[in-house]
């Protein structure tokens, strides 16, 4: 978790230094795309360590719903604390059909990860988890396109 915080705290510097050079750069948009990434790593991580360690199926929930927040803020927009932390909503007809391919992936892993989280004590089914990392890999290289 303190990775993702310093990765969160260095692109916070770029958007900074990106919008004193040019403010119409969509430096927040950019970060929140590439946060996305990073985010359905953790949430493979999470559901892969249940029952292991500290993972629970709240913690996963939680993760989920960061997730599906910025996804959100991502299609239709977000006004930030300050106009350089906006994010404009999407409007670019290839952004729009990316994204489309985004939410179709995230539509096959969440059940898994929903099912996953219900299950305190760790894995039921090997084929579970197998399921559970080629979903999670088709929406890593869908949002890799979109970032």
Request: aromatic residues 8%.
């Amino acid at each position: 978790e303190s990775l993702l915080v310093s990765a969160d705290d260095l692109v916070s510097f770029y958007v900074d230094a990106a919008w004193e050079n040019n403010e119409n750069v969509n430096g927040t948009r950019i970060l929140s795309a590439a946060r996305q990434l990073t985010l359905i790593e953790k949430l493979t991580k999470e559901a892969v360590c249940l029952g292991f360690s500290n993972i629970t199926g709240a913690w996963i929930s939680g993760t989920v719903a960061e997730y599906e927040t910025m996804k959100e803020y991502l299609l239709n927009g977000f006004t930030g604390s300050e106009r350089k932390y906006d994010i404009k909503a999407a409007d670019e007809e290839t952004i729009l059909a990316q994204m489309a391919i985004v939410s179709s992936a995230w539509d096959a892993l969440k059940p898994l990860i929903a099912s996953i989280a219900n299950e305190e004590d760790g894995w039921s089914d090997s084929h579970h988890l197998k399921d559970v990392v080629w979903a999670s890999d088709q929406l890593l290289k869908a949002m890799d396109i979109a970032v």
